[in-house]
């Protein structure tokens, strides 16, 4: 029988549990787990009244190694999906390799005083994780996670050699909050605040955030979007994985009212991830500032739009030069009539579920520390068709006949 733990019980992690208890095959039982136990429950009532099925809950501080020790051993879980939060990670790997269990999660590993985005401190766990022989699926979300699926599917199926990639996150959705973040509202503003990095040459090169920026004409109809450059995690793991990228850059879209408000929110310092005294104790502006925001959760109600994510490959098959663009669309309104959530925690919990599925299956499954590229994607994207996130592919590239600024 196969046992899954959710640790999380945010937007992400009630979108994967809501989504394994509709596979009771593979599924058969999922125990969700997180820092406030009421959260549990509201998931739990949920999947009861959708699916008829029953989850046990659990109140857990992911950050209390010896706590996730002894809740892995009580419940025996054959893989962990952790969707709390980045910081947790390396926590949560160190449970895993106390008790066996397999892992995975959905964004690298942050310090929650330096906001720095790498996956080495993951990747070190490598050689333990073989000598235990358990799997660590790092990064199985949207974005990263199926971009870093469609760029391999792209590689196998319609390259030879890849030379640019260019990762397009898109969301052209409305919620009428004057400004609110897709997913947990401390992390989205650590990472798109960053400065920028893309891959050139043979190297990074930083450059100011928000600094380069062009249009962008989303396929089906969707609309055009101004997107702007920024660094992203999958692009750490994807340049070592295909050595032959000679650029490759991450794109998201922004509103000018979303840009505005995070411009006046940083310049006021709320936005800062050091400690301020506030009346002799103290507090991290941006914690503050995201206990105020909209919970991104609770946005699937009012969200209307979709979101358009996808990957524009470059290189050469054969002699021949080719591009493609591979995609996915996903509508808010659909996201919220089957799970309760917004299209960008339905987009990463199902990839979430898929990773650990193909896991249990040991369709992908090798002891050791792994980015998703490791493994064959074609399982992979199967289950992405089938689990409510379809994929296109168009013989053209999107980018040609615009400069960027
Ligand atoms: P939320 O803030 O909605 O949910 C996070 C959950 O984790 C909350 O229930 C929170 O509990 C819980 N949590 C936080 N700290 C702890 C802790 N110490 N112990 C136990 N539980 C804890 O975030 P999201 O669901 O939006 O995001 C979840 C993860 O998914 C994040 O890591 C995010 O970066 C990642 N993500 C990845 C994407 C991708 O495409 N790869 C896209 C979107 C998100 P509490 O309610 O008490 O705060």
Known sequence: MNTILIIGAGGVGSVAAHKCAQLPEIFQQIHLASRTLSK?????????????????????????????IALLHKLSPDVLLNLALPYQNLTLMEACLATGTNYLDTANYEHPEIARF??????????????????????????????NVFT?????????????????????????????????????IREV??????????????????????????PEGIGDFEIYRMYHE?????TVAYPSLRRAQFWMSFSPSYLQHLKVLTNVG??????????????????????????????????TGKTCIGCVLR?????????????????HEKAFRENGS?????????????????????????AGVWNMEHFDPDPFMEDLDSFGLSWSIEESDPFLGRAAQ
């Open 270 to 303: 709320m936005t800062d991830i050091h400690p301020v005294d506030y009346h002799g104790k103290p507090i991290v502006p941006l914690q503050f500032l995201k206990s105020i925001l909209p919970d991104p959760g609770s946005l699937g109600e009012s969200t």
């Open 315 to 331: 290189g050469k098959k054969g002699t021949q030069p080719r591009s493609i663009y591979i995609y996915n669309i996903c509508s």
């Open 193 to 218: 605040s960053a400065a920028c990095r893309h891959w050139e040459g043979d190297q990074f090169v930083e450059s100011p955030a928000f600094s380069t920026h062009r249009s962008f004409s989303c």
């Open 40 to 68: 549990c429950h509201l998931v739990a009532t949920s999947i009861r009244r959708r699916t008829g099925r029953e989850i046990s809950t659990f109140c857990l501080d992911a950050d209390n190694l010896a706590e996730a």
């Open 342 to 366: 917004q299209a960008v925690s339905y987009t990463t919990g199902i990839p979430a579920m898929i990773g650990a599925k193909l896991i249990l299956q040991k369709k992908w499954f090798e």
């Open 234 to 238: 999958e692009l750490e793991s994807l």
């Open 118 to 147: 790498e996956y080495k401190s993951q990747w070190l766990y490598h050689e333990r994780f073989r000598e235990k022989n358990i799997c660590a699926l790092l990064g199985s979300g949207f974005d990263p996670g199926v971009t």
């Open 152 to 188: 391999s599917f792209g590689a196998k199926h319609y390259f030879d050699e890849i030379n640019e990639l260019d990762i397009i996150d898109v969301n052209g959705g409305e919620n009428h909050e004057p400004f609110s973040t897709n997913f947990n509202p401390e992390i989205n």
